[in-house]
């Protein structure tokens, strides 16, 4: 946990204070990041997605990464 610097929550959860609180108290953060409104972010990623796997859309390909 030291090793974290920042939370950002994103998602219906952050509509729930308990799961506010328990985030706190796990991270031992006292400010939990919300720049971004979860439920259009859920959307948008998930329409990104969708687009890479569409052959009636034209986008420019979206290359997803995590790093462990």
């Given at each position: 946990?030291?090793?974290?610097d920042q939370?950002?929550?994103l998602g219906g959860g952050l509509r729930i204070?308990?799961?506010?609180?328990l985030i706190k108290e796990v991270?031992?953060?006292h400010d939990l990041g919300?720049?971004?409104n979860g439920d259009e972010a859920m959307c948008l990623g998930s329409s990104?997605?969708?687009?890479?796997?569409?052959?009636?859309y034209k986008v420019r390909q979206l290359y997803?990464?995590?790093?462990p």
């Open positions: 946990m030291s090793e974290i939370v950002e929550i204070p308990r799961v506010s609180e991270t031992e953060k919300v720049h971004l990104f997605i969708a687009s890479n796997y569409s052959q009636q997803l990464t995590h790093k």
